[in-house]
Protein backbone atom coordinates (compact mmCIF):
# COMPACT_ATOMS: atom_id res chain seq x y z
CA UNK A 1 0.00 0.00 0.00
CA UNK A 2 1.29 3.27 -0.69
CA UNK A 3 -0.59 5.11 1.85
CA UNK A 4 1.81 5.36 4.97
CA UNK A 5 0.43 3.87 8.41
CA UNK A 6 0.44 6.94 10.09
CA UNK A 7 2.82 6.87 13.17
CA UNK A 8 2.78 6.97 16.43
CA UNK A 9 2.85 10.88 16.81
CA UNK A 10 1.10 13.01 19.69
CA UNK A 11 -2.00 15.05 17.49
CA UNK A 12 -1.47 18.60 17.83
CA UNK A 13 -5.09 18.94 19.85
CA UNK A 14 -3.62 15.92 22.64
CA UNK A 15 -2.00 17.26 24.93
CA UNK A 16 2.15 17.40 24.63
CA UNK A 17 4.18 17.27 27.76
CA UNK A 18 7.33 19.49 27.69
CA UNK A 19 10.11 17.61 29.08
CA UNK A 20 10.31 19.32 32.77
CA UNK A 21 6.78 17.20 32.98
CA UNK A 22 5.19 19.97 34.15
CA UNK A 23 3.92 22.42 31.55
CA UNK A 24 1.55 21.01 28.73
CA UNK A 25 0.92 22.35 25.23
CA UNK A 26 -2.78 21.93 24.33
CA UNK A 27 -4.50 22.58 21.29
CA UNK A 28 -7.75 21.60 21.42
CA UNK A 29 -10.82 21.39 18.78
CA UNK A 30 -11.90 24.52 19.11
CA UNK A 31 -12.29 26.04 15.66
CA UNK A 32 -16.13 25.84 14.40
CA UNK A 33 -17.41 27.25 11.23
CA UNK A 34 -17.34 31.21 11.75
CA UNK A 35 -13.79 30.89 12.94
CA UNK A 36 -12.97 28.66 9.32
CA UNK A 37 -14.60 31.27 7.34
CA UNK A 38 -12.57 34.18 9.42
CA UNK A 39 -9.28 31.99 9.20
CA UNK A 40 -9.43 31.68 5.28
CA UNK A 41 -10.52 34.78 4.44
CA UNK A 42 -8.82 36.85 6.77
CA UNK A 43 -5.74 35.28 5.58
CA UNK A 44 -6.31 35.48 1.85
CA UNK A 45 -7.08 39.35 2.24
CA UNK A 46 -4.08 40.77 2.70
CA UNK A 47 -1.29 42.66 1.09
CA UNK A 48 -2.13 41.17 -2.74
CA UNK A 49 -5.67 42.88 -4.04
CA UNK A 50 -3.29 46.37 -2.52
CA UNK A 51 -0.55 45.27 -4.63
CA UNK A 52 -0.93 43.32 -7.36
CA UNK A 53 -3.61 44.54 -9.95
CA UNK A 54 -1.56 46.65 -11.46
CA UNK A 55 0.59 43.77 -12.27
CA UNK A 56 -2.12 41.93 -13.54
CA UNK A 57 -3.22 44.36 -15.78
CA UNK A 58 0.68 45.45 -17.03
CA UNK A 59 0.62 41.98 -18.21
CA UNK A 60 -2.81 40.98 -19.66
CA UNK A 61 -2.71 44.66 -21.41
CA UNK A 62 -6.04 46.11 -20.96
CA UNK A 63 -9.30 46.38 -17.93
CA UNK A 64 -11.28 43.52 -18.97
CA UNK A 65 -9.06 41.13 -19.41
CA UNK A 66 -7.35 41.77 -16.12
CA UNK A 67 -11.18 41.27 -14.48
CA UNK A 68 -11.32 37.74 -16.00
CA UNK A 69 -8.11 37.18 -14.84
CA UNK A 70 -8.98 37.91 -10.77
CA UNK A 71 -12.58 35.87 -11.52
CA UNK A 72 -10.71 32.87 -13.16
CA UNK A 73 -8.12 33.16 -10.58
CA UNK A 74 -11.19 32.71 -7.72
CA UNK A 75 -12.74 30.23 -9.74
CA UNK A 76 -9.06 28.07 -9.51
CA UNK A 77 -8.51 28.96 -5.76
CA UNK A 78 -12.33 27.34 -5.07
CA UNK A 79 -11.60 24.35 -7.38
CA UNK A 80 -8.47 23.76 -5.32
CA UNK A 81 -9.96 24.51 -1.97
CA UNK A 82 -12.57 21.60 -2.97
CA UNK A 83 -10.29 19.30 -3.75
CA UNK A 84 -8.32 19.54 -0.56
CA UNK A 85 -11.76 19.45 1.49
CA UNK A 86 -11.85 15.64 0.11
CA UNK A 87 -7.97 15.24 1.49
CA UNK A 88 -9.11 17.08 4.62
CA UNK A 89 -11.41 14.20 5.39
CA UNK A 90 -9.65 11.42 3.89
CA UNK A 91 -6.42 12.55 5.80
CA UNK A 92 -7.51 14.08 8.76
CA UNK A 93 -4.07 15.56 10.43
CA UNK A 94 -2.73 18.92 10.03
CA UNK A 95 0.21 20.03 8.06
CA UNK A 96 -1.49 20.76 4.53
CA UNK A 97 0.51 19.60 1.68
CA UNK A 98 3.17 17.97 3.62
CA UNK A 99 0.99 15.70 5.85
CA UNK A 100 -0.80 14.40 2.31
CA UNK A 101 2.75 14.12 0.60
CA UNK A 102 3.88 12.03 3.38
CA UNK A 103 0.68 9.90 3.59
CA UNK A 104 0.42 9.19 0.03
CA UNK A 105 3.85 9.35 -2.05
CA UNK A 106 5.97 8.93 1.07
CA UNK A 107 9.08 9.70 3.51
CA UNK A 108 11.38 11.18 0.42
CA UNK A 109 9.00 13.12 -1.61
CA UNK A 110 7.38 14.89 1.58
CA UNK A 111 11.01 15.76 2.69
CA UNK A 112 11.77 17.52 -0.60
CA UNK A 113 8.71 19.61 0.22
CA UNK A 114 9.18 19.91 3.72
CA UNK A 115 12.67 20.93 2.73
CA UNK A 116 11.71 23.77 0.30
CA UNK A 117 9.06 25.27 2.12
CA UNK A 118 10.45 26.03 5.32
CA UNK A 119 14.06 27.25 3.90
CA UNK A 120 12.34 28.68 0.84
CA UNK A 121 8.38 29.21 0.10
CA UNK A 122 6.89 30.33 3.73
CA UNK A 123 9.74 33.12 4.27
CA UNK A 124 8.89 33.76 0.64
CA UNK A 125 5.78 34.72 1.39
CA UNK A 126 6.12 36.31 4.15
CA UNK A 127 8.87 38.34 3.14
CA UNK A 128 6.32 39.73 0.24
CA UNK A 129 3.68 40.45 2.59
CA UNK A 130 5.93 42.62 4.76
CA UNK A 131 7.30 44.23 1.31
CA UNK A 132 3.69 45.59 0.74
CA UNK A 133 3.21 46.27 4.42
CA UNK A 134 6.30 48.48 4.11
CA UNK A 135 5.21 50.10 0.60
CA UNK A 136 2.22 51.62 2.36
CA UNK A 137 3.50 52.17 5.83
CA UNK A 138 5.97 55.04 4.07
CA UNK A 139 3.90 55.76 1.06
CA UNK A 140 2.57 58.93 3.00
CA UNK A 141 6.15 60.59 4.05
CA UNK A 142 7.19 60.14 -0.02
CA UNK A 143 3.99 61.61 -1.58
CA UNK A 144 3.96 62.29 -5.32
CA UNK A 145 7.14 59.97 -5.97
CA UNK A 146 7.92 56.40 -5.19
CA UNK A 147 9.31 55.10 -2.17
CA UNK A 148 12.90 54.39 -2.28
CA UNK A 149 13.79 50.49 -2.20
CA UNK A 150 16.22 50.91 0.70
CA UNK A 151 13.52 52.54 3.02
CA UNK A 152 11.02 50.02 1.51
CA UNK A 153 13.15 46.89 2.64
CA UNK A 154 14.25 48.41 5.98
CA UNK A 155 10.27 49.14 7.14
CA UNK A 156 9.90 45.34 5.76
CA UNK A 157 12.72 44.34 7.86
CA UNK A 158 11.26 46.24 10.58
CA UNK A 159 8.22 44.47 10.70
CA UNK A 160 9.19 41.37 10.60
CA UNK A 161 11.56 41.78 13.77
CA UNK A 162 8.35 43.29 15.17
CA UNK A 163 6.01 40.14 14.52
CA UNK A 164 9.00 37.83 15.80
CA UNK A 165 8.58 39.30 18.73
CA UNK A 166 4.85 39.02 19.19
CA UNK A 167 4.76 35.15 18.05
CA UNK A 168 7.85 34.40 20.04
CA UNK A 169 5.90 36.31 23.38
CA UNK A 170 2.72 34.87 24.01
CA UNK A 171 0.26 33.21 21.74
CA UNK A 172 -2.87 34.95 22.77
CA UNK A 173 -1.09 38.28 21.62
CA UNK A 174 -0.16 37.17 18.43
CA UNK A 175 -3.89 35.65 17.90
CA UNK A 176 -5.39 39.65 19.24
CA UNK A 177 -3.18 41.40 16.97
CA UNK A 178 -4.41 38.92 14.02
CA UNK A 179 -8.22 39.31 15.31
CA UNK A 180 -8.17 43.44 15.51
CA UNK A 181 -6.22 43.68 11.96
CA UNK A 182 -8.74 41.69 10.15
CA UNK A 183 -11.72 44.46 10.79
CA UNK A 184 -9.05 46.91 9.50
CA UNK A 185 -8.74 44.99 6.45
CA UNK A 186 -12.51 44.97 5.78
CA UNK A 187 -13.01 48.02 6.42
CA UNK A 188 -10.44 49.08 3.91
CA UNK A 189 -11.85 46.94 1.77
CA UNK A 190 -15.18 48.46 1.90
CA UNK A 191 -14.45 51.83 1.77
CA UNK A 192 -13.16 51.57 -1.83
CA UNK A 193 -16.11 49.49 -2.81
CA UNK A 194 -18.74 51.42 -2.36
CA UNK A 195 -16.06 54.83 -3.51
CA UNK A 196 -16.04 53.08 -6.71
CA UNK A 197 -20.07 52.20 -6.83
CA UNK A 198 -20.40 56.37 -6.35
CA UNK A 199 -17.92 56.49 -9.30
CA UNK A 200 -19.59 54.33 -11.51
CA UNK A 201 -23.01 56.11 -10.88
CA UNK A 202 -21.50 59.21 -11.55
CA UNK A 203 -20.46 58.04 -15.13
CA UNK A 204 -16.85 57.39 -14.65
CA UNK A 205 -16.51 54.76 -16.79
CA UNK A 206 -13.95 55.38 -19.66
CA UNK A 207 -11.58 52.96 -18.21
CA UNK A 208 -14.28 49.84 -19.41
CA UNK A 209 -14.72 51.05 -23.01
CA UNK A 210 -13.23 49.01 -25.75
CA UNK A 211 -12.03 47.03 -22.31
CA UNK A 212 -10.30 44.15 -24.81
CA UNK A 213 -8.34 46.17 -26.85
CA UNK A 214 -4.57 45.18 -26.76
CA UNK A 215 -4.89 42.05 -24.87
CA UNK A 216 -1.72 40.18 -24.30
CA UNK A 217 -1.84 36.81 -25.75
CA UNK A 218 1.60 34.97 -24.88
CA UNK A 219 1.38 32.10 -22.79
CA UNK A 220 4.19 33.37 -20.52
CA UNK A 221 2.78 36.52 -20.39
CA UNK A 222 -0.76 34.91 -18.83
CA UNK A 223 0.95 32.75 -16.38
CA UNK A 224 2.92 35.32 -14.70
CA UNK A 225 -0.47 37.77 -14.79
CA UNK A 226 -1.92 34.33 -12.73
CA UNK A 227 0.90 34.58 -10.64
CA UNK A 228 0.07 37.81 -9.38
CA UNK A 229 -3.67 37.23 -9.00
CA UNK A 230 -3.57 34.15 -7.77
CA UNK A 231 -0.94 35.66 -5.04
CA UNK A 232 -3.98 37.16 -3.89
CA UNK A 233 -6.03 34.69 -3.24
CA UNK A 234 -3.34 32.62 -1.31
CA UNK A 235 -4.38 31.29 1.61
CA UNK A 236 -7.58 29.17 0.48
CA UNK A 237 -5.73 25.92 1.90
CA UNK A 238 -4.90 27.41 5.60
CA UNK A 239 -7.44 25.79 7.08
CA UNK A 240 -5.75 22.43 5.83
CA UNK A 241 -3.44 23.11 8.27
CA UNK A 242 -5.27 22.96 11.28
CA UNK A 243 -7.64 19.95 10.37
CA UNK A 244 -6.85 18.52 14.38
CA UNK A 245 -7.91 21.00 15.59
CA UNK A 246 -11.46 21.98 13.43
CA UNK A 247 -14.77 20.84 15.09
CA UNK A 248 -16.51 18.19 12.83
CA UNK A 249 -13.79 18.74 9.99
CA UNK A 250 -16.06 16.45 7.66
CA UNK A 251 -18.54 19.46 8.14
CA UNK A 252 -16.29 22.33 8.71
CA UNK A 253 -13.66 22.18 6.23
CA UNK A 254 -16.23 21.98 3.00
CA UNK A 255 -18.23 24.67 4.53
CA UNK A 256 -15.73 27.13 5.59
CA UNK A 257 -14.46 26.89 1.72
CA UNK A 258 -17.74 27.91 0.02
CA UNK A 259 -18.59 30.49 2.35
CA UNK A 260 -15.16 32.19 2.30
CA UNK A 261 -13.91 32.06 -1.10
CA UNK A 262 -16.52 33.29 -3.10
CA UNK A 263 -17.29 36.33 -0.65
CA UNK A 264 -13.55 36.86 -1.54
CA UNK A 265 -13.51 36.53 -4.86
CA UNK A 266 -16.56 38.92 -5.35
CA UNK A 267 -14.72 41.10 -2.93
CA UNK A 268 -11.65 41.56 -5.31
CA UNK A 269 -13.67 42.20 -8.03
CA UNK A 270 -15.46 45.03 -6.73
CA UNK A 271 -12.37 46.20 -5.57
CA UNK A 272 -10.52 46.03 -9.05
CA UNK A 273 -13.71 48.05 -10.56
CA UNK A 274 -13.05 50.93 -8.05
CA UNK A 275 -9.91 51.01 -8.98
CA UNK A 276 -10.64 51.50 -12.76
CA UNK A 277 -13.52 53.79 -11.79
CA UNK A 278 -10.95 56.32 -10.51
CA UNK A 279 -8.08 55.62 -12.70
CA UNK A 280 -6.99 54.97 -16.49
CA UNK A 281 -5.17 51.98 -17.02
CA UNK A 282 -1.87 54.34 -17.17
CA UNK A 283 -2.54 55.82 -13.82
CA UNK A 284 -3.25 52.27 -12.42
CA UNK A 285 0.56 51.23 -14.28
CA UNK A 286 2.61 54.05 -12.81
CA UNK A 287 1.13 53.66 -9.68
CA UNK A 288 3.44 51.87 -6.79
CA UNK A 289 0.69 51.82 -4.43
CA UNK A 290 -2.63 51.04 -6.20
CA UNK A 291 -4.83 52.00 -3.08
CA UNK A 292 -2.89 55.40 -1.49
CA UNK A 293 -3.07 56.66 -5.33
CA UNK A 294 -7.27 55.98 -5.29
CA UNK A 295 -7.33 57.51 -2.12
CA UNK A 296 -5.76 60.69 -3.13
CA UNK A 297 -7.83 60.81 -6.22
CA UNK A 298 -11.40 60.14 -4.49
CA UNK A 299 -10.92 60.70 -0.87
CA UNK A 300 -8.63 64.20 -1.29
CA UNK A 301 -7.58 64.99 2.18
CA UNK A 302 -8.79 61.92 3.87
CA UNK A 303 -6.11 59.92 1.86
CA UNK A 304 -4.13 58.44 4.49
CA UNK A 305 -7.49 56.88 6.15
CA UNK A 306 -6.26 54.01 3.09
CA UNK A 307 -2.64 54.22 3.53
CA UNK A 308 -3.14 53.91 7.13
CA UNK A 309 -5.54 51.17 6.44
CA UNK A 310 -3.70 49.05 4.14
CA UNK A 311 -1.16 49.09 6.29
CA UNK A 312 -2.70 47.86 9.34
CA UNK A 313 -4.51 45.10 7.02
CA UNK A 314 -0.82 43.53 5.56
CA UNK A 315 0.83 43.62 8.91
CA UNK A 316 -2.01 41.40 10.57
CA UNK A 317 -1.73 39.69 7.42
CA UNK A 318 1.76 39.17 7.77
CA UNK A 319 1.11 38.25 10.98
CA UNK A 320 -1.07 35.50 10.41
CA UNK A 321 1.30 34.33 7.92
CA UNK A 322 4.03 34.27 10.43
CA UNK A 323 1.82 32.66 13.36
CA UNK A 324 1.09 29.68 11.01
CA UNK A 325 4.60 29.53 8.81
CA UNK A 326 5.55 27.35 11.82
CA UNK A 327 3.33 24.45 11.59
CA UNK A 328 4.41 22.96 8.31
CA UNK A 329 7.94 23.46 10.41
CA UNK A 330 6.96 21.77 13.96
CA UNK A 331 4.96 18.44 11.69
CA UNK A 332 7.85 17.89 9.53
CA UNK A 333 10.31 18.02 12.81
CA UNK A 334 8.40 15.91 14.48
CA UNK A 335 7.77 13.30 11.97
CA UNK A 336 11.98 13.45 11.55
CA UNK A 337 12.53 15.26 8.65
CA UNK A 338 13.30 18.48 10.43
CA UNK A 339 16.17 19.18 12.87
CA UNK A 340 14.76 18.35 16.33
CA UNK A 341 15.27 21.93 17.62
CA UNK A 342 12.46 23.23 15.03
CA UNK A 343 9.53 21.15 16.85
CA UNK A 344 10.73 22.48 20.67
CA UNK A 345 8.70 24.94 22.42
CA UNK A 346 9.79 27.38 25.38
CA UNK A 347 9.49 25.88 28.22
CA UNK A 348 7.46 29.17 30.00
CA UNK A 349 5.45 30.95 26.96
CA UNK A 350 5.10 27.61 25.17
CA UNK A 351 5.29 29.46 21.37
CA UNK A 352 7.73 27.21 19.07
CA UNK A 353 10.44 30.00 18.85
CA UNK A 354 13.17 27.97 17.28
CA UNK A 355 10.68 27.75 13.97
CA UNK A 356 9.71 31.12 14.03
CA UNK A 357 13.36 32.54 14.42
CA UNK A 358 14.29 30.46 11.56
CA UNK A 359 11.24 31.83 9.96
CA UNK A 360 12.40 35.22 10.68
CA UNK A 361 15.93 35.24 9.83
CA UNK A 362 15.03 33.24 6.00
CA UNK A 363 12.38 35.80 5.41
CA UNK A 364 14.61 39.05 6.07
CA UNK A 365 17.28 37.50 3.96
CA UNK A 366 14.63 37.44 0.74
CA UNK A 367 13.70 40.82 1.79
CA UNK A 368 17.32 42.31 1.43
CA UNK A 369 18.25 40.29 -2.01
CA UNK A 370 14.20 40.67 -3.94
CA UNK A 371 11.39 42.55 -4.63
CA UNK A 372 7.99 42.62 -4.35
CA UNK A 373 6.89 40.62 -7.94
CA UNK A 374 10.13 38.55 -7.75
CA UNK A 375 9.34 37.29 -4.78
CA UNK A 376 5.63 36.92 -5.45
CA UNK A 377 7.00 35.31 -9.05
CA UNK A 378 9.10 32.94 -7.30
CA UNK A 379 6.73 32.16 -4.60
CA UNK A 380 3.92 31.13 -6.73
CA UNK A 381 6.57 29.02 -9.24
CA UNK A 382 7.13 27.02 -5.69
CA UNK A 383 3.68 26.55 -4.56
CA UNK A 384 1.96 25.50 -7.20
CA UNK A 385 4.46 22.95 -8.35
CA UNK A 386 3.57 21.39 -5.07
CA UNK A 387 -0.21 22.25 -5.53
CA UNK A 388 0.07 20.22 -8.48
CA UNK A 389 1.59 16.76 -6.45
CA UNK A 390 -0.61 16.99 -3.61
CA UNK A 391 -3.82 17.62 -6.45
CA UNK A 392 -2.20 14.37 -8.19
CA UNK A 393 -2.01 12.22 -4.86
CA UNK A 394 -6.17 12.88 -4.66
CA UNK A 395 -6.34 11.86 -8.11
CA UNK A 396 -4.48 8.59 -7.00
CA UNK A 397 -6.53 8.03 -3.58
CA UNK A 398 -9.88 8.46 -6.02
CA UNK A 399 -8.72 6.44 -8.76
CA UNK A 400 -6.80 3.43 -6.96
CA UNK A 401 -8.41 3.77 -2.97
CA UNK A 402 -12.17 4.24 -3.73
CA UNK A 403 -12.68 2.31 -0.24
CA UNK A 404 -11.55 4.59 2.17
CA UNK A 405 -13.64 6.63 4.11
CA UNK A 406 -14.26 9.84 3.20
CA UNK A 407 -17.58 12.10 3.99
CA UNK A 408 -17.20 14.99 1.34
CA UNK A 409 -16.73 14.01 -2.40
CA UNK A 410 -15.62 16.42 -5.14
CA UNK A 411 -16.26 15.58 -8.49
CA UNK A 412 -13.02 14.05 -10.32
CA UNK A 413 -12.99 16.88 -13.35
CA UNK A 414 -12.40 19.67 -10.46
CA UNK A 415 -9.22 17.83 -8.96
CA UNK A 416 -7.88 17.36 -13.23
CA UNK A 417 -8.93 21.40 -13.86
CA UNK A 418 -6.60 22.05 -10.86
CA UNK A 419 -3.70 19.77 -12.16
CA UNK A 420 -3.88 21.05 -15.60
CA UNK A 421 -3.62 24.51 -14.24
CA UNK A 422 -0.91 23.83 -12.02
CA UNK A 423 1.12 22.00 -14.45
CA UNK A 424 0.30 24.99 -16.92
CA UNK A 425 1.22 27.98 -14.21
CA UNK A 426 4.48 25.66 -13.67
CA UNK A 427 5.32 25.20 -17.43
CA UNK A 428 3.86 28.47 -19.07
CA UNK A 429 6.52 30.58 -17.79
CA UNK A 430 9.38 28.39 -18.22
CA UNK A 431 8.56 27.57 -22.13
CA UNK A 432 7.22 31.86 -23.00
CA UNK A 433 10.44 33.46 -20.89
CA UNK A 434 12.83 31.39 -19.37
CA UNK A 435 14.81 32.64 -16.28
CA UNK A 436 18.03 31.38 -14.91
CA UNK A 437 16.23 32.00 -11.81
CA UNK A 438 14.29 29.12 -12.61
CA UNK A 439 16.98 26.63 -13.05
CA UNK A 440 17.98 27.70 -9.48
CA UNK A 441 15.20 27.07 -7.69
CA UNK A 442 15.05 23.48 -9.75
CA UNK A 443 18.57 23.03 -8.56
CA UNK A 444 17.62 23.98 -5.01
CA UNK A 445 14.68 21.58 -4.69
CA UNK A 446 16.96 18.87 -6.06
CA UNK A 447 19.59 19.58 -3.48
CA UNK A 448 17.33 18.04 -0.54
CA UNK A 449 19.05 14.64 -2.22
CA UNK A 450 21.81 15.59 -0.46
CA UNK A 451 20.42 15.93 2.75
CA UNK A 452 17.46 13.18 3.01
CA UNK A 453 19.91 9.87 2.37
CA UNK A 454 22.10 10.70 5.31
CA UNK A 455 20.16 12.92 7.84
CA UNK A 456 16.85 10.91 7.35
CA UNK A 457 17.16 7.78 5.58
CA UNK A 458 19.98 6.34 7.16
CA UNK A 459 19.36 8.16 10.25
CA UNK A 460 23.25 9.60 10.87
CA UNK A 461 23.22 12.60 13.25
CA UNK A 462 26.99 13.97 13.58
CA UNK A 463 28.13 14.74 16.83
CA UNK A 464 28.93 18.53 16.56
CA UNK A 465 25.02 18.99 15.55
CA UNK A 466 23.75 17.77 19.12
CA UNK A 467 26.34 20.03 20.84
CA UNK A 468 25.28 22.62 18.84
CA UNK A 469 21.09 21.55 19.50
CA UNK A 470 22.06 21.63 23.09
CA UNK A 471 23.40 25.02 23.37
CA UNK A 472 20.43 26.31 21.32
CA UNK A 473 18.29 24.41 23.88
CA UNK A 474 19.83 26.48 26.56
CA UNK A 475 20.41 30.11 24.69
CA UNK A 476 16.43 29.49 23.57
CA UNK A 477 15.70 28.48 26.94
CA UNK A 478 13.43 25.45 24.90
CA UNK A 479 12.40 21.53 25.48
CA UNK A 480 11.41 18.77 23.32
CA UNK A 481 7.98 17.95 22.74
CA UNK A 482 7.31 14.42 23.67
CA UNK A 483 5.31 11.98 21.57
CA UNK A 484 1.98 10.34 22.54
CA UNK A 485 1.43 6.73 20.97
CA UNK A 486 -1.78 6.84 20.66
Known sequence: STMRERKATAPLHSSTDLSEGKEKLRLKQEVGLISGVSLIAGTMIGSGIFMSPEWVLHHMGN??????????????????????AELGTIIKESGGEYIYILRIFGSFPAFIFAYTSVILVRPAGLAAVCLSFAEYAIAPFYSGCSSPQVAVKCAAAACILI???????????????????????LLALLVIVVGGLVLLAKGQTQSFQNGFQGTTAGIGAVGVAFYQGLWSYDGWNNLNYVTEELKKPEV??????????????????LVNVSYLAAMTPSELLSSGAVAVTWGDKVLGSWAWLISLSVALSTFGSSNGTFFSGGRV????????????????????????????????????????????????????FMAWLFYGMTISGLLYLKIKKPELPRSYKVPIIIPII??????YLVLAPIIDQPQIEIL?????????IIFYFP????????????????????????????????
Open 63 to 84: PASSLLIWAACGLLAMFGALSY
Open 163 to 185: LTVINCLNVRLATSVMNIFTAAK
Open 252 to 269: TLPRALMIAIPLVTCLYL
Open 329 to 380: CYIAAREGHMPDILSMAHVRRLTPSPALLFTSAMSLIMIMSGTFTSIVNFFS
Open 418 to 423: VLMAAV
Open 440 to 448: YIILFIFSG
Open 455 to 486: LVRFKYHPRFLQKVTLHLQLLLEVAPTTRDAN
